[in-house]
């Protein structure tokens, strides 16, 4: 059934109502869940890793030796500057790139920046 309601709503209502749930996995765009999205990204940056291990990297610390609880980082040294993510402990063994110690210190990139992958 069709909620009229919903089609007046801002994006910013929604997303607000959103941030209210304890587990947004499942949260979708109507072909895709959260969890999906994120899965797919952590294969995909895994694939570009995994094909550029001379540039890549893991590690369960940053460079300040913190790091979010279950969680690591991952990342490649592109010819414009590093590209990172952070994924969840049980996707490790996904990224076969070489383990350090502490990521190299944080070059102040955003998902603005995310077409430096396009310079491999």
């Known amino acids: 059934m ?14 607000e109502n959103i941030s209210y749930l304890n587990d947004k996995s499942k949260v979708s765009d ?3 869940t959260f969890d999906e999205l994120y ?4 294969v995909l940056f895994a694939t570009i890793l995994n094909a550029n291990l001379d540039k890549s990297f893991k590690s ?8 979010f609880d279950d969680y690591f980082i991952i990342g490649i040294e592109t010819p414009l500057g590093y590209w990172t ?3 969840h402990i049980s996707k490790w063994d996904l990224y076969q790139c070489k383990e350090v110690p502490s990521a190299p210190k944080w070059d102040g990139h955003s998902g603005n920046d995310v077409e430096r ?3 491999l």
Not at 2 to 15: A, D, H, Q, W, Y
Not at 60 to 67: A, F, I, P, S, W
């Open 60 to 67: 369960k610390l940053h460079d300040d030796g913190t790091m």
């Open 39 to 42: 899965y797919h990204r952590s």
């Open 85 to 87: 993510y952070h994924d």
């Open 117 to 119: 992958l396009l310079s």
């Open 30 to 32: 109507g072909s895709h």
């Open 2 to 15: 069709f909620n009229k309601k919903l089609t007046t709503m801002s994006v910013e209502r929604i997303n």
